[in-house]
């Protein structure tokens, strides 16, 4: 009878653990992504057989890539505490740099390099405003996505331009594949790998946090703060600078619309993924499983044939719900200390 009962009580203390151990899992935000993506997987394969197939899979991959590469700059914006506005602009004036001079003679990697160093530069001065002069980055990356936007009208005079006789060497990091699998996909991976390794690990990038947790404690710390704004602003916009590098590279068209919406597609992907809108909190993988979520949604549209046009307004409803968890969250923890 002894043995029965403790036999009862060890099969007990199991399963608490084992719920102990799911609610922590369930408590991480990347891990219940994975649930919430899977399981919207599942669905989704149930309404259209086609959602499984190598063409589906393969074209949303490639397709969400761009703005994931977005998505990973405006992780550590957001961790910083502000966030940037002008990434999507900032990709196609990077596009359109690069495809206008080299209609103009220029060779493509020339084009391309100089179309970075723009890019960089957008990214620079929106730092300077914002980490030297302390202006407001609502403001300035606002002003800045009008400033390349409107850049991008005016070099190609509001037509895209169309790229012909471009280096195989180009055209293959947009389109080209290395056993079966896109080179675009494997760039972006990899730089999510890379950057979510060097935000949590690496001692530069860690200030980056201790600054969006608390400026005047990083400031009291001995943190350069105007440097690490610099150096946010700087990364948010080299990504995207070759976000617009590989769609060029892609569709060998630069797009002066290209990357409309993209920077509240990555916000959206962020606050999803668990960064904060107050700053100090966010990682890239929640980053990179937003933008999978996103994109899910947007294909389980095409494959039901439902308008495109919902896609915006289902991101913002997305959004305002991410948003809505994120301040709740924040209030009960803080209503706990």
């Known amino acids: 009878m002894e043995l029965n009962e403790a036999a009862k009580s060890t099969v007990k203390e199991q399963k608490e653990k084992g719920l102990q151990l799911l609610k922590k899992l369930l408590a991480i935000r990347e891990f219940s992504l994975m649930l919430i ?16 197939s190598v063409a589906n899979i393969s074209t949303t991959a490639i397709g969400l ?6 998505a990973i700059g405006m992780t550590m914006a957001l961790v910083l505490g502000g966030f940037d506005l002008s990434v999507g602009s900032v990709m196609a004036l990077s596009g359109v740099i690069a495809g206008a001079l080299y209609l103009a003679g220029v060779e493509i990697w020339l084009a391309v390099l100089v179309a970075l160093l723009g890019g960089i530069f957008c990214g620079l001065f929106n730092g300077y405003l914002i980490g030297k002069v302390k202006l407001n980055p609502f403001i300035t990356t606002l002003g800045m996505m009008s400033i390349a936007r409107g850049g991008s009208y005016v070099l190609t005079q509001g037509s895209p331009l169309s790229l012909s006789g471009l280096a195989k060497s180009f055209t293959f990091f947009g389109s080209g594949q290395v056993c079966g699998f896109p080179i675009m996909v494997l760039i972006f991976l990899l730089m999510a790998v890379f950057m979510d390794f060097a935000l949590r690990r690496s001692a530069p990038m860690r200030q980056v946090f201790y600054v969006g947790s608390s400026e005047k404690a990083a400031i009291l710390s001995g943190i350069n703060v105007p440097r690490v704004k610099m150096g946010v602003f700087f990364l948010t916009a080299l990504l995207s600078a070759i976000a617009g590098i590989l769609t060029l590279s892609r569709f060998t068209v630069a797009q002066p619309n290209a990357g409309t919406g993209s920077e509240l597609r990555a916000i959206a992907a962020c606050v999803i993924g668990g960064a904060s809108l107050n700053g100090g909190e966010g ?25 495109v046009y ?19 969250t924040h209030h009960r923890s803080a209503g706990t200390r």
Do not use: E, H
């Open 37 to 52: 993506i899977i399981g919207f997987g599942i669905i989704l394969s149930f309404l259209s057989p086609y959602f499984f």
């Open 65 to 70: 890539a761009g703005d994931g590469i977005i």
């Open 283 to 307: 990682t890239v993988l929640g980053a990179v499983l937003g933008v999978v979520l996103l994109a899910l949604v947007n294909n389980a549209l095409i494959l039901l044939n439902v308008s």
């Open 310 to 328: 919902w896609q915006d307004l289902l991101t913002g409803i997305i959004l305002i719900s991410a948003v809505l968890i994120d301040f709740i």
